[in-house]
């Protein structure tokens, strides 16, 4: 007797990579500053064994401000998938780190081939965590096609891994509180 099934093939993503890190800081009597650049390249092609062929650039920058208990922080990153790349390897955002409050599945279920996000935090330190107030701002679309740009706000707790916030996602002129809490490695 023959399975109806069709036959369960493999497929793999064998890939080059490349990683770029800067870090600078700058320590002032009152103010510690800290600049961070970060560049990475995905490259999977056939002559790899790869299944797909793509390039996967993601860059992001940062930069924060210290000075006693406050900190403000300001991160931004963007990235373009050039070719065909596996679920895995497409952008994503919605989640508890990258534009917080909004759904991951109510934004794109299958990610983006380009994405951008800007981060603007400020943050007071209390006890052993930070109290924070964030701005959150991003788009996620795909190659020749418009990219719709989402914001949110928020107020959240951090100590150590462990999160805890109620983002504001700004949606079609309403704003609907979304509690998270979770741990963020």
Same mark, same amino acid.
């Given at each position: ?15 080059a990579?490349?990683?770029?890190h800067? !870090?600078?800081?700058?320590?002032? +009597? ?14 999977? #092609?056939? =002559?790899?064994?790869s #299944? ?6 993601? /860059?992001?920058? *940062?930069y924060?401000?210290? #000075? ?5 922080? +300001? ?7 050039? !070719?065909? =790349? ?7 955002? %919605? ?11 109510? /934004? +794109?279920?299958?990610?983006?081939? *380009? ?7 400020? %943050?007071?330190?209390? !006890? ?10 991003? =788009? ?10 989402r914001?949110?706000?928020g107020? !959240?707790?951090?100590?150590? /891994?462990?999160?805890?916030? &109620? ?6 002129? *309403? /704003?609907?509180?979304?509690? &998270? ?5």
């Amino acid at each position: 007797m023959q399975s109806e099934l069709p036959e369960v093939g493999s497929q793999s993503a064998n890939a080059a990579t490349l990683n770029v890190h800067y !870090g600078h800081k700058i320590e002032g +009597d009152r103010l510690q500053q800290q600049v961070e650049g970060k560049y990475s390249l995905r490259v999977a #092609t056939r =002559a790899l064994g790869s #299944t797909y062929s793509y390039a996967r650039h993601l /860059i992001s920058g *940062r930069y924060e401000a210290r #000075t006693g208990r406050h900190t403000v922080s +300001d991160e931004v990153l963007a990235g373009s998938i050039v !070719g065909t =790349a596996p679920l895995f390897e497409r952008f994503v955002l %919605g989640s508890s780190s990258t534009l917080r409050g909004w759904d991951r599945y109510e /934004i +794109d279920p299958l990610g983006g081939s *380009r994405v951008i996000h800007n981060e603007l935090t400020y %943050g007071y330190r209390l !006890g052993q965590g930070t109290v924070e107030g964030f701005y959150d701002s991003g =788009a996620l679309w795909e190659t020749g096609r418009t990219a719709k740009l989402r914001h949110s706000l928020g107020v !959240g707790y951090k100590q150590g /891994i462990f999160v805890l916030s &109620m983002a504001f996602p700004l949606r079609n002129g *309403r /704003i609907e509180p979304v509690f &998270m809490a979770g741990m963020n490695y």
